[in-house]
T-cell receptor, first 114, second 110 residues
C-alpha cells in the first residue's frame, strides 16, 4: 500500500494558461475525491468518482474545471484559463467501499497563478 | 449544508502538556474523521470515529453523535504534534463529500 500520490507537487503558471494535475489513488480503491484548500481554510469538496463515474460535482467546480477518471484508476483535474483565484492546494483522496469509509489523502498539488 | 465548528482556533502549549480539541457539527453524520495537517500540507488520518471512543498511543477521540460533537485528546504533547487539526464530517450514507471545519492550529513549544 503505497498511499495516494499526486503530480506535480508544485505548479506555477501565468494567468490564462491551462494546467492539469494527476492523482493516483491507493490500489483497488474504487472512490476518488478532489478537494481544494485555500490559505487558512479547511479543504473544500470539488468532485468525486466511483470507479470511472463522476457522481457529484460541487458548485465550486466552474466550467473551467474538468475532472476525469477514464479507467477507474488514476484521475486528472484540468483547469482551463487559470485565474489568480485558482491559486490553492489541490488535494486528492481515495477510499474503498460503498459509503462512509475512511478517506486517505495525497500530499497535494500547490498551484500558484501569477 | 452541514456546519462544522472547531475550537479553539489556536492553542499554544508547552511540551508535555495535555490538550482537548473540540468539533461541533450541526446535523447527524455518517462519517467523522480527525486529521493532522503537517507543515508540508499533508493530511494525516488520525481517527475514523462517527461514534464511540478510540485510542491510538497518546491520542484518543470520542464522538457523542446524539449531542453532535467530537473531542480529540492529545496527551504528553511533543513538538511533532504541532500543526493544524481538522475535523471532517459526511452527512449522509452515499453522500461522500467530507465537510471540514476551519481547524485548530496547535503549537507545541519545547
Amino acid at each position: 500500500d503505497t498511499g495516494v500520490s499526486q503530480d506535480p507537487r508544485h505548479k506555477i503558471t501565468k494567468r490564462g494558461q491551462n494546467v492539469t494535475f494527476r492523482c493516483d489513488p491507493i490500489s483497488e480503491h474504487n472512490r476518488l475525491y478532489w478537494y481544494r484548500q485555500t490559505l487558512g481554510q479547511g479543504p473544500e469538496f470539488l468532485t468525486y468518482f466511483q470507479n470511472e463515474a463522476q457522481l457529484e460535482k460541487s458548485r465550486l467546480l466552474s466550467d473551467r474545471f474538468s475532472a476525469e477518471r477514464p479507467k477507474g484508476s488514476f484521475s486528472t483535474l484540468e483547469i482551463q484559463r487559470t485565474e489568480q483565484g485558482d491559486s490553492a492546494m489541490y488535494l486528492c483522496a481515495s477510499s474503498f467501499g460503498l459509503g462512509g469509509e475512511t478517506q486517505y489523502f495525497g500530499p497535494g498539488t500547490r498551484l500558484l497563478v501569477l | 449544508g452541514i456546519q462544522v465548528e472547531q475550537s479553539p482556533p489556536d492553542l499554544i502549549l508547552q511540551e508535555g502538556a495535555n490538550s482537548t480539541l473540540r468539533c461541533n457539527f450541526s446535523d447527524s453524520v455518517n462519517n467523522l474523521q480527525w486529521f493532522h495537517q503537517n507543515p508540508w500540507g499533508q493530511l494525516i488520518n488520525l481517527f475514523y470515529i462517527p461514534s464511540g471512543t478510540k485510542q491510538n498511543g497518546r491520542l484518543s477521540a470520542t464522538t457523542v453523535a446524539t449531542e453532535r460533537y467530537s473531542l480529540l485528546y492529545i496527551s504528553s504533547s511533543q513538538t511533532t504534534d504541532s500543526g493544524v487539526y481538522f475535523c471532517a464530517v459526511d452527512k449522509d450514507f452515499g453522500n461522500e463529500k467530507l465537510t471540514f471545519g476551519t481547524g485548530t492550529r496547535l503549537t507545541i513549544i519545547p
